[in-house]
């Protein structure tokens, strides 16, 4: 399956740097990052991970919790 045009926001500012890094990790987090970004290229066309601050995003914050 191909989606297109999805944004992805996380408000992690870690999650996202590690996201867009073109570093390896070889820790479990830096695995599961891996696994995202692979499925990410594989599934996803002009689409984007991008940083919301938490307090910009209130609503998905409140919901979250």
Do not use: P, W
């Not at 989606?3 to 890094?21: G, I, P, R, W, Y």
């Amino acid at each position: 399956m191909q989606l297109d045009h999805v944004n992805f926001e996380t408000d992690s500012k870690t999650t996202h740097d590690a996201f867009h890094s073109r570093k390896y990790d070889v820790s479990e987090f830096g695995q599961i990052i891996s696994a995202c970004q692979s499925l990410f290229n594989t599934h996803f066309t002009n689409s984007r991970v991008e940083f919301t601050r938490r307090q910009a995003n209130e609503v998905a914050h409140t919901l979250a919790e």
